[in-house]
């Protein structure tokens, strides 16, 4: 754990880190309380191997996955620092990574998402119920492809206003930024809501005779709160979302645990429709892969199916059609 704190992970990964260490060494001592008793030389194959079977029985797959990959760095680390023969990992087991296509949202599922957002207007003043924010949020995941980590992170510095619109610093995954540009409409809905923001909170703005919204908070500002005035959390996060799907009466509709990141793969999905380039979707998405972009477009842009419609068997349908 000290050799990744040097790398500066977030401390959501920090503490999954922990989380897949303390859950494996846990099963190969016996229990939690004799994590601290466990030598170098319980790391076996077969000890690991039964540790992950009985993990398996009670943990999805993309679980299992996880706490495989952290094991495997902890064992590549031991091995590099020869305290252990060989990595054992790669004899344990691990469920595949599916070949499904990427889940996003509907047009008509996102307009009653909204629709529901805005039937909270005019109890803005309520603790707990604020639309222009969640409306904000909405929309900065649609048209600008955020996960939810980097929704919590953006700070009010992050924007900058361009002639068309606004350009947003995102510190994402791995600690790598990229910056996503995005048009007027965003930015006048982000401007809503910090307005509205100032009215709720007016010990946190800046003095500033500036009309433009930016202005009146610090650039180090969180650029999206919580019902207390601090960062939004993740759990809040992910819940005024599943809200409005609640609120809709669509909740049955999505996939599940699909909330924030279903709107991210939304806003991928759309800009492969519209035929933009793999390299740029990665860029956008802040992906290392264009593998990993590449899901978006398969099936998804004009290419692929004006070359489908070529196919001459659909003339069958016509002639079946005419036949007496």
């Known amino acids: 754990m000290a050799d990744r704190a040097i790398r500066k992970p977030s401390p959501h990964t920090a503490k999954a880190y922990r989380q897949d260490f303390e859950a494996i060494a846990a099963l190969v001592a016996g229990s939690p309380d004799e994590i601290r008793d466990l030598r170098i030389i319980d790391l076996t194959k077969d000890n690991l191997r039964a540790a992950f079977a009985a993990y398996a029985e009670t943990h999805s797959a993309a679980s299992i996955r996880r706490c495989w990959s952290t094991w495997n760095t902890i064992c590549t680390f031991l091995y590099t620092a020869e305290l252990i023969d060989a990595n054992p990992m790669p004899l344990i087991g691990r469920p595949k990574v599916p070949k499904s296509l990427p889940k996003s949202y509907p047009t008509e599922a996102v307009a009653e998402l909204v629709a529901a957002i805005d039937t909270d207007q005019g109890s803005s003043t309520h603790r707990n119920t604020w639309p222009e924010r969640d409306r904000a949020i909405l929309f900065t995941a649609l048209l600008a492809g955020l996960r939810a980590d980097e929704l919590r992170s953006a700070n009010v510095g992050d924007i900058r206003r361009t002639d068309d619109g606004g350009v947003l610093h995102v510190r994402g995954k791995g600690n790598k930024d990229r910056r996503i540009p995005f048009g007027t409409e965003l930015l006048e809905l982000l401007d809503d809501y910090l307005r509205t923001r100032r009215t709720r909170f007016p010990q946190t703005r800046r003095r500033s005779q500036d009309t433009d919204p930016l202005s ?48 991210r793969h939304t806003f991928a999905t759309e800009l492969a429709n519209a035929n933009v380039s793999v390299y740029t979707l990665m860029k956008l998405l802040g992906h290392e892969s264009m593998v990993t972009s590449q899901r978006y477009v398969d099936g998804a842009g004009t290419e692929t199916r004006s070359a489908v419609k070529r196919n001459s068997l659909y003339e069958l349908i016509n002639s079946d059609a005419q036949s007496p």
């Open 216 to 263: 009146h908070f610090s650039p180090t500002a969180p650029l999206f709160l919580g019902a207390d005035g601090d960062r939004i959390t993740r759990g809040t996060l992910q819940y005024r979302i599943l809200r409005a799907f609640k609120k809709a009466g669509i909740n049955g509709e999505r996939s599940s645990g699909a909330l924030v990141h279903g709107l």
